[in-house]
């Protein structure tokens, strides 16, 4: 059975909520809930296949069928399942038994005098085996399937990758199209203002340069809807691209923004990093390497070629057997060197473990403060700011109406409104993007459920 259909336990919850990104889902989405490409057995008829995968849905697209399409089409994540099905072929290979070999040989002929003919000849035909000593084969066979194992952790850790790329790009898409629809607000409200003052103006209510204010404002908030555009089509074509697809089918990404939760204590995420695959690929990392020492050791040992056949001898017209073995005596390579070697790797790889669980909770606390202060600062602006900046705007665009304020007052206000907004929309990016990483370092969601293990 393949490492693929029988190691993983896909237990991560989420990269991040689709409770939060899609809005036709209200249960988290995982890696688990979501089929990945497998490899079959054999490489042919690949193109054929093709056809079987998920293809790109016209109109909107969630965050599931983005996921689903990038699992299954990624050419990168693909490439790992076809190592997994080489290493595969590796273990079975080295635990073959070596092949025996037959050999001929004709004596006695063509010499001088009495054997310059074939009437004295011995012909003889024999078999070989050779036997490996020290169980080298079955410690040969240990290692290439932990191997195996091992490719299958790098799968995994890709199949993460993945995820949050997917992820992460689908946020980007997401940020895209809700900055082009409050930049295309942003321009109805320049054009609302722009008729307002032209009523003012021409009722000799304000002054001429309000109209031409209010007329630069208007062609300003159209050169940002242009870059807006600009900016979704590039961000579509990116998350495209994570299933191979240099032209986007979809023509949405159908999702939420505007949520955020309580997130747990940086200690609770700390105990979890356990998950990734980064760290818990090590176990079997060092017994690959414990394996090898174990395989060098017998390397130590002399393998032994057993011997035997028939040969005919012309002269008599008799037959006889002959027989034999033959061991490397071992006093030059004792195989010392590649034992050493080993012992060394076990040891570089004990602090390769140390180093990686370091690095990784080096990461989760950068990652944390970011996703810390992103939290804090959405709830700010949402709780805060934005209705500050809401009730501000709307009290100056009365206001002028009544001729209470300026012009100029009303577009400060409605600079500031957008802005805020605009800021609020980057903040949620942020946020999404930061519990990302975060759920990527620890290969699971950070909700409560998802920490205590429910799937």
Do not use: C
Not at 39 to 44: N, V, W
Not at 135 to 150: D, I, N, Q
Not at 275 to 296: C, F, G, M, T
Not at 410 to 432: C, G, M, N, P, W
Request: net charge positive; hydrophobic share 40%; charged share 25%.
């Amino acid at each position: 059975m393949s490492f693929i259909k029988s190691h993983f336990p896909y237990g991560m919850a989420l990269l991040i909520g689709a409770v939060v990104l899609s809005a036709q889902s209200s249960s988290a989405v995982g890696p688990g809930d979501i089929q990945s490409y497998q490899a079959p057995a054999e490489p042919s008829g690949e193109k054929d296949n093709d056809r079987l995968l998920p293809q790109e849905p016209k109109g909107a697209i969630n965050l599931r069928q983005a996921l689903s399409l990038a699992l299954m089409r990624n050419h990168s994540l693909r490439a790992f399942a076809w190592e997994i099905r080489a290493r595969e072929a590796n273990a079975l290979q080295a635990g073959l038994l070596p092949n025996p070999e037959a050999s001929a040989m004709i004596e006695n002929v063509q010499g001088t005098d009495s054997y310059n003919d074939y009437n004295r000849a011995e012909t003889t035909l024999s078999l070989s085996q050779l036997i490996e000593l020290g169980g080298k084969r079955s410690k040969r066979a240990k290692v290439a399937k932990f191997e195996t194992v091992l490719a299958g952790w790098d799968y995994k850790t890709a199949r993460i990758d993945t995820f949050t790329e997917v992820t992460k790009s689908f946020i980007d898409a997401l940020t895209a199209q809700e900055q082009l629809a409050l930049t295309k607000k942003l321009v109805q409200l320049a054009q609302k203002a722009l008729n307002t003052a032209t009523v003012r103006v021409t009722a000799g209510k304000a002054p001429p340069i309000d109209q031409t204010k209010a007329k630069v404002e208007f062609s300003i908030s159209q050169i940002r809807l242009r870059k807006a555009r600009a900016k979704v089509t590039a961000a579509y074509k990116r998350l495209a691209e994570l299933w191979g697809n240099a032209r986007p089918v979809f023509e949405k990404v159908d999702g939420r923004l505007d949520m955020v939760e309580t997130i747990p204590q940086v200690e609770r995420l700390v105990e979890l990093i356990g998950r990734n695959p980064e760290i818990a690929r090590w176990d079997e990392q060092l017994d690959k390497y414990r394996a090898a020492v174990e395989l060098e050791r017998a390397g130590r040992i002399p393998d032994l070629t057993l011997e035997g056949g028939v040969r005919q001898l012309r002269e008599t017209q008799d037959t006889a057997l002959v027989m034999g073995f033959s061991i490397p005596i071992q006093i030059f390579n004792r195989n010392q060197g590649a034992l050493r070697e080993a012992r060394f790797n076990l040891t570089r790889a004990r602090e390769q473990r140390q180093a990686t669980i370091s690095r990784i909770r080096s990461t989760l606390a950068q990652s944390y403060q970011e996703l810390s202060s992103g939290n804090s600062a959405a709830m700010a602006l949402r709780d805060d700011v934005l209705p500050g900046a809401q009730l501000a705007f709307d009290t100056a665009n009365v206001g002028y109406r009544e001729g209470k304020f300026s012009f100029l007052e009303v577009l400060d206000a409605q600079r500031v409104l957008f802005e805020v907004k605009s800021e609020f929309i980057d903040t949620l990016s942020a946020y999404h993007k930061a519990v990302a990483d975060v759920e990527r370092l620890i290969a699971g969601g950070i909700n409560l459920s998802s920490m205590n293990g429910e799937k």
